[in-house]
């Protein structure tokens, strides 16, 4: 049995069902959308000032959405103890870990694409540098803060305190990661200096907190 | 078949969920099938909990098509068969949240034979369960033990499995008390009839 | 054990005195800075002992994965919490010296940055142990703080590279060429009394945390026997 089988249909197992019940999805989109829309009561900007700060405050509320979204694929996994089922199943644990994470990163950039607009009519956004390097930030940085967050999410369901506990390990994780996609969008979206510093550490970041996460999904899993 | 008794808090699932491998003992060791890593072991395993282990918002054929692909089994019949031989439809359209306690019971165990398990693990699976369903379990359980499997269950009702079971356990305070064989008694009994 | 920690505990006593004297009266007022360059003796030392901690539970949290001794998760409970006491430390001296030298409390200049991000992952570690009392507590902790130890990696170059608009400040007083050797001398004493205090506070935790394991698992025990008495009845 592959990893890859049982990432594919694990993968399928989740999206059928938030498919049917649209749990994550939608309390997702509604929190990005209050985030945004609170953001833009408190600050009165101009383009060039929304220009400036519009990189930051998307990815804070990508951010928060995302944790909403974490933690309910995992509370998912607990009701009924479903996750027991796979602990003792000969299946990988890496498959699950990939599997979590990249429909995590599936609903992150739904969300993307429907608060992209959103900032574009709030905040009079119009980017001065090459879009293809803001959809790069996008991909990049979803992947980042999924990564983590599916880990940590795992994680902090399997303690007593559950959903509070995923924010507090998250964000502080997230901070380098957060600096570069927040660089990378408001450089691009400003055309003041270059992202492909703020990408690359992006891509680097990625890559080895992937491979961390493969490295230790296991052990986290299989703790009690 | 072992039967697994005692008060509540005397380590019965414990048990159970060590031998599943979802809790590591703290102290000694744990050897299944000549074999000391669990992890080898997890194929020859079913294991049924408290819990049903289900997805409430899949129907019952979906989550046995899921749990038989962790296992390596892409054949939608072998979900079926164990759907049909716990006695459900496996045509069933229905969300297993929307299922009775008995059903989903049922579903569970079917769950829990996917695999064709060597070792089955079965922790109270008469609870909440009418006394048709219990013994069709019951009915079925019997028929895998005489295929050669070893079923560890846990249950308050020992009497609805008297004559099944080949052996009771019973557990205090996370240890073994006492170890009553019936297969072995019932034999000696057989034997002292056919004396005189 | 009990007669060298009191020895230890003694020999700090002593040292932290000592360096006390010599930061306030032995040490020469700074030109430039004036008493509050005091502070530095302090300051660094602090920051020494937290720089010594967190690569230290690093390291304990990856043996404690391979061996799972419940000995080396309590020194990384230990060196954890410490080290998390001396960055508030850290961080508190500083807005104090920075306050009149640079006339600003608070700068988002990079060695106060990553201070202040370390100590969030870190608190974010005791915050995950405390959370979750029972259960997989040191195994979640142990993989969570290799993930912090590898992101702080991160949080420097992040740092350094994407927040640099701000100039960086000339951190006068470092230990380089030009410093008064009383001032050296006062600082070395500091340096080794911190460390000191540093390792008796992390063996005091070590201990304190050896115990409550131990009680924890009386406590089960305990409780196994009760019930077996209570069956027995």
């Given amino acids: 049995m592959s990893v890859l089988s049982v990432l594919r249909i694990t993968l399928a197992k989740d999206l059928r069902m938030e498919w049917r019940s649209k749990d994550a999805i939608n309390s997702m989109l509604f929190f990005a959308l209050l985030v945004v829309v609170i953001f833009s009561f408190s600050f009165d900007l101009t383009a060039d000032e929304s220009r400036q700060i519009a990189g930051g405050l998307i990815w804070v509320a990508l951010l928060f959405a995302a944790v909403v979204a974490l933690n309910q694929t995992w509370a998912r996994e607990l009701r009924n103890q479903v996750l027991d089922a796979y602990r003792v199943s000969p299946a990988p644990a890496e498959s699950l870990f990939l599997a979590k994470t990249i429909g995590n990163f599936l609903f992150v950039a739904i969300l993307e694409l429907l608060m992209t607009p959103l900032f574009i009519v709030f905040y009079n956004l119009r980017s001065i540098g090459p879009v293809y390097q803001l959809i790069l930030a996008s991909v990049l940085g979803n992947w980042a803060l999924v990564v983590n967050g599916t880990f940590f999410g795992a994680m902090s369901i399997r303690t007593r305190s559950r959903e509070v506990l995923l924010p507090l390990i998250l964000f502080p994780i997230s901070i380098p990661a957060l600096l570069a996609m927040v660089g990378a969008t408001t450089s691009t979206l400003t055309g003041e200096g270059s992202a492909h510093l703020s990408l690359v550490f992006l891509a680097v970041y990625d890559v080895v907190f992937t491979l961390l996460g493969l490295f230790l999904f296991e052990t986290v899993l299989q703790a009690e | 078949m072992y039967l697994i008794l005692g008060e509540n808090g005397a380590g019965k699932s414990t048990l159970l969920r060590v031998i599943a491998g979802l809790i590591h003992p703290s102290h000694g060791k744990l050897a299944i099938l000549d074999s000391g890593d669990l992890k080898t072991v997890r194929p020859q395993l079913g294991y049924m909990a408290h819990a049903s282990m289900l997805y409430d918002e899949l129907s019952g054929r979906e989550n046995l098509a899921y749990f038989a692909a962790l296992y390596g089994i892409r054949v939608q019949a072998t979900g079926d068969r164990a759907m049909r031989t716990v006695g459900l439809d496996p045509e069933l359209d229905r969300r297993v949240g929307q299922y009775s306690q008995g059903m989903r019971q049922r579903l569970s165990l079917a769950r829990a034979i996917l695999n064709d398990p060597r070792i089955l693990l079965l922790d109270e699976p008469f609870s909440n369960v009418d006394i048709g369903s219990a013994r069709d379990m019951t009915r079925l359980l019997g028929s895998m033990r005489d295929s050669g499997k070893t079923i560890f269950l846990v249950t308050h009702q020992p009497a609805l499995l008297e004559g099944v079971a080949d052996e009771s356990v019973y557990m205090s305070a996370g240890r073994i008390v006492e170890r009553v064989q019936h297969r072995a008694s019932s034999a000696t009994l057989q034997a002292a009839e056919a004396q005189p | ?233």
Wanted: with cysteine; charged share 15%.
């Fill in chain 3, 1 to 233: 054990m009990k007669s060298k920690f009191a020895i230890f505990a003694l020999l700090t006593f002593v040292l932290l005195s000592w360096g006390l004297y010599q930061a306030l009266v032995g040490a020469p007022t700074e030109a430039t800075m004036g008493q509050v360059q005091r502070i530095f003796y302090y300051h660094v030392p602090n920051a020494w002992v937290m720089e010594l901690c967190f690569p230290l539970n690093f390291l304990a949290s990856i043996i404690y994965l391979v061996n799972r001794k419940a000995a080396i998760d309590a020194f990384a409970v230990a060196t954890a919490e410490v080290g998390v006491v001396f960055c508030t430390v850290v961080l508190l001296t500083g807005p104090i010296w920075a306050r009149p030298v640079w006339g600003i409390w608070w700068t988002w200049d990079a060695r106060l940055t990553s201070t202040l991000v370390l100590w969030l992952i870190y608190v974010g570690y005791l915050m995950l142990r405390k959370l979750s009392t029972g259960g997989p507590n040191p195994v979640l902790a142990a993989s969570f703080a290799i993930f912090g130890c590898i992101d702080a990696v991160f949080v420097f170059m992040a740092i350094r590279w994407f927040r640099t608009q701000h100039p960086k400040p000339v951190f006068a007083g470092g230990a380089d060429s030009g410093i008064d050797p009383r001032m050296m001398h006062a600082f070395l004493i500091n340096l080794l009394a911190f460390t000191c205090y540093g390792a008796l506070l992390v063996w005091i935790r070590y201990s304190l945390e050896r115990t409550r394991q131990k009680v924890d698992e009386a406590h089960a025990m305990k409780s196994l026997l009760h019930q077996e008495a209570r069956s027995s009845r």
